[in-house]
């Protein structure tokens, strides 16, 4: 066996083990600036086959060991149509955030965007076990 085989055999295993494959975010891009307070759109992949739940929930986390409890929820339960319009908290942390959505029936399966930049936030605090609630729908 050659020896970079393993090598490529665990970062697959290890990328397997991230989330699920369903609702893939296309947008926001990596490396986009996003403003507090504007709305941002998300977009993602809706396979129309496989196990999918009917509704989705959308955090802004940090980068780091992302727990159940970690993130800003912007929406949640809202139908997995393949895309979402929410404003930006002004209390998101300074520095890079990423999207995550992830699945309301199975929330072992979800799915991060690529890191940008947010303007104009005021929050210095990290995510971790933020007590944010949203409604049905995604907060305007």
Known sequence: MRPWVPIVLAFAALV???GGN?????????????????PLTLSWD?????????????????SGDIQPTDGIV???NIPNTGSA?????ADVPV???????????????????GGFQVQGATNTASLVASTASASASARK
């Open 16 to 18: 397997a083990a991230q």
């Open 22 to 38: 369903n609702n893939v975010i296309n947008n926001p891009a990596s490396g986009i600036q996003a403003e507090a307070g504007q």
């Open 46 to 62: 809706n396979p129309s086959s496989g196990p999918l739940s009917r509704t989705v929930t959308i955090k802004i986390q940090t």
């Open 74 to 76: 912007v929406a949640e």
């Open 85 to 89: 319009t929410f404003t930006i908290p």
């Open 95 to 113: 520095g890079q955030v990423y999207v995550q959505i992830i699945d309301d029936a199975n929330p072992t399966d979800y799915n991060f965007s």
